[in-house]
C-alpha cells in the first residue's frame, strides 16, 4: 500500500552527473523540484576516473558553464590540477583537464545543491514509475511513498542491473559497492522499453605511500591555470602533479598468460565496452605490436592516499592485478586499495527519445546520462543540464530548449544519440562535430549565454558582465581593422623575432595578426588600446581575426545546413505513403520520427536519394493543402 509523499514539478531519480545537473537547471527554473537518490553521501561520486575534461569533454563542461549549470564552478573550486591540452594546436581542439578532488568535489556539489531554492533532496530507491494513460506522473519507491510530478527525469548512470564483475566473481551491485536498481529497470522493460546491455570498467587504486615516484615522469599542472567556469576569478595555485610510467613486456606476458581468466574473455560479460576506454586485456590483444603503454598515476584529492592507475582499467582476478602493478616501474611494491573491475548495466536505447530527451511514447519522462548509453562524466552532465531544463519546460509550459549542432557539442551529443542511436557507450569527440571551429573551448559563452540567460540559468550581473565582454571584442576588432600600422623600427624588431618576414608598406593591425607567427600582444606593443583588456578579451580579438576566413567559410556551412533543418517534416507523416523511398529508409524513418529533413538526413540506413523524394513529398503536401484551402 502506498502514501501520498507530496507533489512536485519534476522529480529526478539518481544524483550522479545528469542527475545534479538536472535537478539544479529544473530548480533554477523555476519548477519545484525532487531529487531521489540512492545513498545522499555519493552525490556527484566519480566512480571512474578522478578528472573533468579532456578533448571535446572540456568543451562540454564549458558549455554547461555557459547555459548556466555547475559542473564548471565545482571542478574550478576543487581541481588539484588543471593543464590545457593540446596548446601546440589550432583553438578548435584545445580543451582543459582537471584532476579533481574528489571527495571534495562531491562535498561542494551537494551544498550548493542543498541550497538551491526549489530543490529538495532525499534518500530513496525508486522502484516504479507512475504511469496513468501513457504520461508519466510520478514515481513510487520501496518504502511506498509515491511522489508525484508533471515531469520526471531518469539519470540512473550504471545502477539499472549493475553487475560488478572480477574474474570468475560477479555479484548485483552499482559502482563503488553501492546497492544496484533491479526493479526500476523490470518496470522500464514492462512499460516497453528497448534496453541494451553495455560495460565499463575501472582499474585498481593504490595506496600513495607504496609508489617508488623515482622511476615515474612528472606531469605537473599548468603553471598559470585557465578555468572551466567564466564566473571563476581565482586559480588554485599549489597543485598536486600527477606521474607517468609504462607496461612492457613482462606485464604484456602477465595479461598474455591469464586472459581465460578475464571476464572480458572468459564469455562472463556478455555487454558491449566503450571502444575508446578499452581495458588494459583489450590493448594487449587489439595493439599487440606494441611494446609498451601508458600509465597515469592520479591522485585522487589532497586528503586521501588513494592514486588512481589510469590507463589499467581490468577484470582479471584481483592476484593477477597485484602481479601486473608489480611488473610496471614505480609499482614494484605498491599495494591494492581497491581491485579494479567491470561492470554491466542496462541502457535505454536513446532512439526512443526526441531530441528535447523525453520519450516518445512516454510523455513527461525523460532520460539522461549513461542510461542512454553514454560513457563520461561531462556527457551526462550536458545531457542532464538539457533534460532538466526541458523538464521544467513540460511542468511549467515554458518553451523546450533543443541546441543543434552547430551550437554546441552538447547539440552534437544529443542529435547523434537521438538519430543515430550507439551500439557501444558513446564518448565524444572532435571528429564528431562537422563545425568544430565554432565550437570552441574560447567560446562557449558567446555561443550559449544568451540561451542561459533567457532561461532563467544565468544571472543578471554574470549576464551584463557577458555583454561588456562582447562589446569590448566588437569594439578593439573594429580598432584593429582600420588603424594602419607604418614599417616602424618598432615594429620590424617584433616581426623579425616572431621569425616573420619584414613589412615592405603600411598595413591593417588586423591584416599584420592574420600572420601566423603574429600575437595580438604584438600588435598591442605599438597600438595599445585606451582600455583595459582582459586576457579572454585579447585571445577572442585574435581568434576571430586569425581564423576569420575559416569562421566564415563554416557559417556559410551552416546556414545550408539550417535550411534542411527549417524544413520540418509534418506529424502525421505517414512513411509508407511515399512511394520510392527504400524499405530500410522507412523503417528507419518511422522508428526515429524525424523532426527535420535535416535529422532525417542523417539518420543511418537514410540515404540522399530517400532525403530528396522525402523533400519532394512535403512540398507536394504543401501544394496540396494550398490548392483545397
Known sequence: MTYDAGHYDVIVIGAGHAGCEAAFAAARRGAKTLMLSLNLDMIAFMPCNPSIGGPAKGIVVREVDALGGLMGKVIDKTYIQMRMLNTGKGPAVRALRAQADKPLYMQEMKRLLENEENLTLRQAMVEKLIVEDGVCKGVITETKAAYRAESVVITTGTFMRGRVIIGDVSYESGPNNQRASVKL??????????????????????????????????????????????????AILDQIPCWLTYTNEFTHKIINDNLGLSAMYSGMIKGTGPRYCPSIEDKIVRFHDKPRHQIFLEPEGRSTEE???????????????????????GLENSEIMRAG??????????????????????PGLFTAGQ??????????????????????????????????????????????????????????????????LLLRHDNADIRLTDIGHE????????????????????????????????????????????????????????????????KYEMIEAVTPSDKELSWE?????????????????????????????????????????????????????????????????????????????????????????????
Open 307 to 329: 592514486v588512481y592507475v589510469q590507463g589499467l582499467s581490468t577484470s582479471l582476478p584481483e592476484y593477477v592485478q597485484r602481479e601486473i602493478l608489480r611488473s610496471i616501474p
Open 537 to 629: 578579451v585579447k585571445e577572442q580579438i585574435e581568434i576571430q581575426i586569425k581564423y576569420e576566413g575559416y569562421i566564415s567559410k563554416a557559417n556559410q556551412q551552416v546556414d545550408r545546413m539550417k535550411k534542411m533543418e527549417n524544413k520540418l517534416i509534418p506529424d502525421d507523416i505517414d512513411y509508407d505513403d511515399i512511394s520510392g523511398i527504400a524499405t530500410e529508409a522507412k523503417e528507419k524513418l518511422k522508428k526515429v520520427r524525424p523532426l527535420s529533413v535535416g535529422q532525417a538526413s542523417r539518420i543511418s540506413g537514410v540515404n540522399p536519394a530517400d532525403v530528396s523524394i522525402l523533400l519532394v513529398y512535403i512540398e507536394q503536401g504543401k501544394i496540396a493543402r494550398v490548392s483545397n484551402e
Open 341 to 362: 573491475y567491470a561492470i554491466e548495466y542496462d541502457s535505454v536505447v536513446p532512439t526512443q527519445l526526441w531530441p528535447t530527451l523525453e520519450l516518445k511514447n512516454i
Open 185 to 234: 529497470a523490470e518496470n522500464l522493460e514492462e512499460l516497453g522499453f528497448e534496453l541494451v546491455r553495455f560495460k565499463t570498467g575501472t582499474p585498481p587504486r593504490v595506496n600513495n605511500h607504496t609508489i617508488d615516484y623515482s622511476k615515474t615522469e612528472i606531469q605537473p599542472g599548468d603553471e598559470n591555470p585557465r578555468h572551466f567556469s567564466y564566473e571563476t576569478t581565482e
Open 371 to 436: 542510461i542512454n548509453g553514454t560513457s563520461g562524466y561531462e556527457e551526462a552532465a550536458g545531457q542532464g543540464l538539457m533534460a532538466g531544463i526541458n523538464a521544467a519546460s513540460k511542468a511549467l509550459g515554458k518553451e523546450t530548449v533543443i541546441l543543434d549542432r552547430s551550437q554546441a557539442y552538447i547539440g552534437v551529443l544529443i542529435d547523434d544519440l537521438v538519430t543515430k542511436g550507439t551500439n557501444e557507450p558513446y564518448r565524444l569527440l572532435t571528429s564528431r562535430a562537422e563545425y568544430r
Open 455 to 518: 532561461i532563467g540559468l544565468v544571472t543578471e550581473e554574470r549576464y551584463q558582465n557577458f555583454l561588456e565582454k562582447k562589446k569590448l571584442i566588437e569594439e578593439e576588432k573594429l580598432r584593429l581593422e582600420n588603424i594602419t600600422l607604418k614599417p616602424t623600427d618598432q615594429l620590424q624588431e617584433i616581426i623579425e623575432a616572431a621569425g616573420g618576414t619584414a613589412l615592405r608598406d603600411a598595413l591593417k593591425a588586423a591584416d599584420l595578426l592574420k600572420r601566423p607567427e603574429m
